[in-house]
């Protein structure tokens, strides 16, 4: 993370030169689900599942699952494109100083290993 400086906060850096557009976007839609997107996109999830076969064969413990796949790739996604990792509180526009991801599995959801 670069150097604090005046405004940043602990949690990120402060978004100083953004462009007039990137500004207004909060007046124009306070709430973070108004630009909400939604596709319904079927996947095929058969070479997947042989991948996670092969690697987790004569595994008994600590086996890779599909919600170990999908974290990873949400990380990728977070490092490989920062501008993904903002945040905006109370007009406040930052930019996360480090990529964590974290998830939280409850109960079984029918999915196959989640």
Known sequence: MAKKKHGDRRDGIWLRDLPAMNQIMTT???????NEAYIDVDVDL??????????NEGRTEDKITFFHVITAAIGKAFVLR??????ICNHYRGLRGEEKV????RGRTGLPGI
């Open 82 to 87: 920062p501008r993904m990792n903002r945040f």
């Open 28 to 34: 124009i839609m306070p709430n973070r689900a108004d």
């Open 102 to 105: 974290r998830g939280q599995v």
């Open 46 to 55: 058969r070479p997947l599942e042989a991948y996670l076969a092969k690697k």
